[in-house]
């Protein structure tokens, strides 16, 4: 392999390599560090980036357990990790000033499969502040630009783990998905993104924003991919109380190449309420994925009107576990430390929250707050939670007659830099295909679906709760009507 | 008073836990070096995550049981929601009766009698929850020192709040049922107590239908009558004066012995609680709570009638012993080694339990063992110390703990019997008290005096049988002569 095939060749793939020559995850790993001093001043992917020497230490030990028999189902693989999930040793920022210099004393239980698994972290990846936002522009240090076009955002909130997928500087990724933070970003850069089912992937470790609608999910440039870092990371974890409980591992990725040759037909509804609204040129790019789809598989259309409150009690939830999630943040056991001498503990917690948090941290922690004072939280919280639960039963109807749902990813195509962020609406609108997979605990997966012009367009689909093989058993047919080839991006 | 109206909110921790409500750190903090007892989970680190301690669910299904609570089908936790630096994540895990909560269980009553009446004070609810950090002052004092340091230790310790109605109505019967529950949580070993500050008690009085007064934080039973009496005796007073009192939250200062305003209470603070998306609502089965019921010790009510089956004890005996679980213990571990129980009964809620109150030693400290009671009564029995010299002797058993049959040796208080050595003593007294001797040849009852003379001599030792005989062999030789 030539070193560009290192930086754009699949995990799968350098794994076969890895495995009858494990000395060349040196050589890879050095391919990647290449790669990212080319294009990372202009994508700027990653918040921290580790050293190449501690990285190489780390990768020789992993050499090391290879040559020695053992099994390690991503030995060498550089995996870029978004920076809300708790990493010992290494930053965790959050992409905030209040977390600037936090150190986390633990690993995230998804972090520690990883490391387990021999994979080797890279760095930590740039987001929007806290996960609030779709672009990756509420960063509190620089947003990250889109390798596909440099103008453009790369999708958030997750933006910097799909750009670094994008732009060759990873191999595998980690982002957090609330409201669509994974699909979104692996829809604007042509990466494959999988929030998966509520409680499949432990949270521990992973910083809260939404704790109920908050899932880690796997990112890569393949579907292939996407299911072996599922396997890896989709562990029972008695540390989280949400974790549903299984025995041991799924191997996702035999269960994929199990069902591409029995290649069954899918019943796959079309919820029109959801097909509303899109960009020309992105409706045109996904319309013909979908057409092709139902040549071979069952598609219907459906209603599901309530769909339309979706992402208001989307909103109204995030917000409101936001504003209790993040009440921890006043600067006294770590984070932003300000001058305490002489003061009380409010002026204290006063200038830290002040100074720490951004401008939509701090709107999203003001509105939560309101939504749970007394006197509004039935107005709002308790509305927003029965829409949850009417919208989950009206969604569990449907997957009694359908496999799947297939939806867009994303209803327009990657913003210009400074055009979404200024226009809160739509800002939020962006998520309206995505917010919905969230509320009700199901997994969905955002899967390249082409070109609109130059750039990418992203075709969504979502299951019940644990359906995650027939999800990326779509996301391969898709990615099979596409020739299997990656889409590369211009950088 | 039978217009003050009393409810009391009461936080125990559960100290038979090993560990902490929601993180696996040892709960026994007491005494500990400075957040050395903490872990991500207990500190709030960014990204952890509780996990119930599912042994507090047990204690507290059993305190639900003997409270004779209604126990909720599920266990929801709830975020309560207050900036304050003992907090690492600025709100409380805690419960709460609202729309998708409930409190850990409900509407309970406990029976109490008071001077023979019975009293029944209801049980609103009992939550579980988690408790803050520990700040302290260098000065000792908020308002003086130029810094606070916080300790963590205590942060995450299990809790439970336990609420009454307003159903009380004195000053004493708030003493006899927190004195009673203190009994019945230690009976089920949910709670020692005797740590320090395992025991707090907020206490809401209003009087005749007026504003309510929130006294905070009272260490103790004594302290929360005295800060109540005071609290009627001041409320009367504005009243009386054409006053109004006002709705506050005040603070009881046990040094000084009055309650002082903490903060006006305009309003119902707003905590915005809701549940904690990160512990999901798990099922209290009725397989759980029967298994709990069947798995509970003896309470104090059933102990009071055992006693009377199985000691022979009256009621009185019986109450007053069990009345506290430690000497509940004392009494049947004595009881093993002495088998005549009444008296054993007796001379424990007397003497005993005098003594153990004058020195004021807490049950933990106690060095009297049970088998020295024992001992000392049988010394007693066999006539071989008088009860003068048991009740002389027994507050150096309290407090020292010494063996009552080596005490009675080294310091020679065994009874005089023998006839040579107490004769001489008896001639000694009369001879040295001629006008004593006149007098009891005059009237014989005038004997008891000498009896008196002798024993003071002796100190209470000499055998009062053959004192008398002795005494009167010698009035006749005097008359003789």
Known sequence: MTKLDYVYASATELLTYFRSDPDKILDYLEAIYDRIRKVEAKVRSYITLRSREEVEREAENVVKRLKQGEDLALAGIAVAVKDNISTRGIRTTCASRMLENYVPPYDATAVKLLKESGAVIIGKTNMDEFAMGSTTETSAFFPTRNPWDLERVPGGSSGGSAAALAAGEASLALGSDTGGSVRCPAAFTATVGLKPTYGLVSRFGLIAYASSLDQIGPMARTIADVALLLSVIAVHDPKDSTSIPRNGKTDYYFKLEELMSSRPRLRIAVVKELWRGLEEDVERVLHRILDRICGEHTCDEVSIPITRYALPAYYIIAMAEASSNLARYDGLRYGLHVDVEGRSWIEVFTEVRSRGFGFEVKKRIALGAFILSAGYQEQYYIRALRVRRLLKNEFDRVFKRFDLVALPSMPIKPPRLGEAITDPIKLYTMDIDTVIANLIGSPAISVPAGLAATLPVGIQFMGPPLSEEKLLYAGALVEELRRGAALKPPI | ?481
């Open chain 2, 1 to 481: 008073m039978g217009d003050v109206r009393i409810g009391l909110e009461i936080h125990v921790q559960i100290t038979a836990l090993k560990t902490k409500l929601f993180c696996p750190c040892p709960a026994d903090y007491r005494g500990k070096e400075p957040n050395s007892h903490v872990c991500p989970v207990c500190l709030g680190l960014p990204g952890v995550l509780p996990v119930i301690n599912r042994d507090a669910v047990k204690y507290a299904a059993m305190v639900a049981i003997a409270l004779n609570c209604k126990i909720s089908d599920r266990l929801v936790f709830v975020r309560k929601h207050y900036f304050y630096p003992d907090m690492p994540k600025n709100y409380q895990i805690s419960q709460y009766d609202g729309v998708g909560s409930t409190p850990f269980c409900r509407e309970g009553f406990l029976k109490l009698t008071i001077n023979g009446h019975e009293k029944i004070v209801r049980i609103r609810r009992i939550n579980i929850e988690e408790d803050p950090g520990r700040i302290t002052y260098p000065t000792g004092d908020i308002a003086t020192s130029p810094y606070s340091l916080i300790d963590y230790n205590r942060a995450g310790i299990a809790l439970l709040e336990i609420v009454t109605e307003p159903d009380i109505e004195s000053p004493q019967e708030a003493r006899a049922f927190l004195t009673k529950l203190i009994n019945i949580l230690e009976h089920l070993g949910v709670t020692d107590t005797s740590l320090e500050g395992s025991f707090r008690v907020d206490a809401n009085i209003s009087l005749g239908g007026g504003s309510r007064v929130e006294i905070k934080n009272i260490g103790s039973i004594k302290d929360v009558e005295r800060a109540l009496a005071y609290e009627i005796l001041r409320q009367r007073t504005i009243i009386e004066r054409g006053g109004i009192v006002r709705r506050e939250t005040r603070h009881w200062d046990p040094v000084r012995k009055v309650t002082i305003t903490l903060r006006a209470k305009e309003v119902e603070e707003d905590y915005r609680y809701f549940p904690d998306p990160d512990l999901p609502p798990v099922r209290i089965t009725s397989e759980f709570i029967v298994s709990v019921r069947r798995s509970m010790p003896e309470l104090p009510d059933m102990r009071i009638e055992r006693f009377m089956k199985q000691y022979g004890l009256d009621r009185y005996h019986s109450t007053v012993l069990v009345s506290q679980k430690w000497l509940a213990d004392f009494f049947e571990e004595a009881a093993k080694h002495y088998t005549r129980y009444k008296k054993l009964a007796d001379i424990l809620i007397t003497d005993f339990l005098r003594w153990v109150n004058e020195y004021g030693i807490k049950p933990h400290e106690l060095r009297a063992r049970p088998i020295h009671i024992a001992r000392l009564l049988e010394l007693l029995d066999k006539g071989l110390i008088s009860i003068k010299i048991a009740k002389e002797i027994m507050p150096e058993i309290v407090r020292s703990g010494s063996d009552p049959e080596k005490l009675i040796r080294t310091r020679g208080l065994l009874r005089i019997t023998n006839r040579d050595e107490l004769q001489q003593i008896v001639r000694e007294v009369m001879r040295s008290n001629p006008k004593a001797v006149e007098d009891a040849l005059r009237n014989p009852r005038a004997i008891n005096y000498i009896v008196g003379l002798v024993m003071k001599r002796t100190r209470g030792r000499a055998d009062p049988k053959l004192t008398i005989e002795l005494i009167k062999n010698e009035l006749q030789r005097y008359k003789a002569s």
